[in-house]
């Protein structure tokens, strides 16, 4: 048995006679090796593209919820008669009227 670790240790079975099986275990042990390491990366780079496009979802979201509520403070009433008054219009007493046409159909 210890022989067989020194063998190994001192790699003769990549240089014996039969070592050709050897070499092509090798090399696939290491193309799987290359092949997960770079499927890793590339898992891990789209977790952090997800991540990075859910905080500028929650920014956009942000963003409009915020001009929405803008615009429904300058859509009241209040805030339009202010806008108007300083152009120098006032609020009509008298509530319009509705126009009728009849058709002659």
């Keep these: 048995m210890r022989k067989s670790i020194y063998s190994i240790l001192r790699g003769k079975f990549l240089v014996s006679d039969d ?11 290491s193309l799987l090796a290359i092949v997960m390491i770079a499927s890793s990366h590339s898992a891990d780079q789209k977790v952090y593209e997800i991540a990075k496009l859910k905080n500028e979802v929650k920014e956009l979201r942000s963003a409009f919820v915020d001009g929405r509520s803008k615009l429904m403070r300058l859509k009241m009433e209040s805030s339009i008669i202010k806008k108007v008054a300083e152009k120098g219009i006032k609020i009509s ?13």
């Design 19 to 29: 070592s050709f099986k050897n070499w092509r275990i090798i090399i696939f042990i």
């Design 93 to 105: 007493e008298i509530p319009p009227k509705k126009i009728k046409i009849k058709s002659k159909n």
